[in-house]
């Protein structure tokens, strides 16, 4: 990947050395020194997977399924008390429900 490519924050090793990146142009490296970094340069991502999906420690948050369909028909009876068309409204409800199957 290349550096502008990354987002602030982000671990990646360049050149041998662990940096984090800082700035839109600057790392700081592992013992505290910033180096300006090209936009160009390229890395090695640390915080990220091989598919380049920024990788994560914690399990992707789930739903609950009978709050979240709770929620949705909270959603569309105020949209329909708002003015909503009701025909469209009501597709919309059966493909967001279909979606859940």
């Known amino acids: 990947m290349k550096f502008h490519e990354i987002a602030i924050g982000t671990r990646f090793e360049f050149e041998g050395e662990t940096y984090t990146k800082s700035d839109t142009l600057l790392a700081t490296s592992s013992s505290g020194t910033k180096r300006l970094i090209r936009r160009s340069a ?6 990220f997977s091989a598919d380049g999906c920024k990788a994560t420690t914690s399990a992707p948050a789930t739903l609950d399924r009978k709050k ?3 929620a949705f028909e909270d959603f569309y009876r105020s949209s329909l008390d708002a003015g909503g068309n009701a ?10 429900l279909e979606a859940l199957e």
């Open 68 to 70: 979240t369909l709770q």
């Open 87 to 96: 025909t469209l409204m009501e597709v919309a409800r059966r493909r967001f």
């Open 42 to 47: 390229i890395l090695k991502p640390l915080d």
